[in-house]
Nanobody, 120 residues
Framework: QVQLVESGGGLVQAGGSLRLSCAAS????????MGWFRQAPGKEREFVAA????????NYRDSVKGRFTISRDNAKNTVYLQMNSLKPEDTAVYYC?????????????WGQGTQVTVSS
């Protein structure tokens, strides 16, 4: 089964940047739509960004547009989330997720999460 491992989280000041990485096992990574989600304590998990397996089209929640960039390197089985101009409200555990379905998007594989904390 594919496994996802996130890294790159940490503590940064508002306005700073972080790049999260998600390393995936499995040889069919290039066929997975990959997404990033986040969850703050006491809050619902929310969608952050996704990159579609076939087209490499990207989607972002409105609050991160222009600040975050999702990308992937299929040769390295890795998806990235570049986060710039970070705000305290970006503080959350960030999860990488994979949609392994041939048709449609349903995230069925999840990483363990990496903490991002943005201080004011």
């Amino acid at each position: 089964q594919v496994q996802l491992v996130e890294s790159g989280g940490g503590l940064v000041q508002a306005g700073g940047s972080l790049r999260l990485s998600c390393a995936a096992s499995g040889r069919t990574f290039s066929r997975y739509t990959m997404g990033w989600f986040r969850q703050a304590p006491g809050k619902e998990r929310e969608f952050v960004a996704a990159i579609v397996w076939n087209t490499d089209n990207t989607n972002y929640r409105d609050s991160v547009k222009g600040r975050f960039t999702i990308s992937r390197d299929n040769a390295k089985n890795t998806v990235y989330l570049q986060m710039n101009s970070l705000k305290p409200e970006d503080t959350a555990v960030y999860y990488c997720a994979a949609s392994t379905r041939a048709v449609g998007v349903k995230y069925d594989i999840w990483g363990q999460g990496t903490q991002v904390t943005v201080s004011s």
